[in-house]
């Protein structure tokens, strides 16, 4: 087992598949598999390198020789989720949706543009009569 701040041994596919096959060929427990291989000397040592063996066989179970083979440390990327398509009526309202809010928009930016027409309209009078102009 590695110590705090020590890295962990890599074991090669090989030796994986190789302990896998001799534990199944040779009808080993966990335990004496472990003790074959590794030759432990306390029983925490040793429930670590059983752990380990049987995540093994359990890819090799389940995947094969090549499920061992796979780097499976680390986090793997999520990657961009992907995108549902919108049932048709949701598609088209909000299609809909965006056309009125463009009209909206185009209706407020003419107002606008009109408000700021009359104020210039205002001022240019009220410095003609010779009055201030209102802030």
Known sequence: MAKKGSKQKRYSA?????????MRENHLSYRET???????????????????VKLWERIYLEEGAAGLMEERRGRKSTGRP??????????????????????????LEAEVEYLKKLDALVREREQRSGRKPKQ
């Open 82 to 107: 992907r995108k549902k398509p919108l049932d048709k009526a949701v598609e088209e309202d909000l299609i809909a949706e965006n056309q009125r809010l463009r009209e909206r928009n185009e209706y």
């Open 14 to 22: 090989e030796f994986k598949i190789s302990v896998i096959m001799d």
């Open 34 to 52: 472990v003790r074959k291989y590794w030759g432990t000397q306390s029983r925490t040592e040793e429930d670590h390198y059983k752990s380990r």
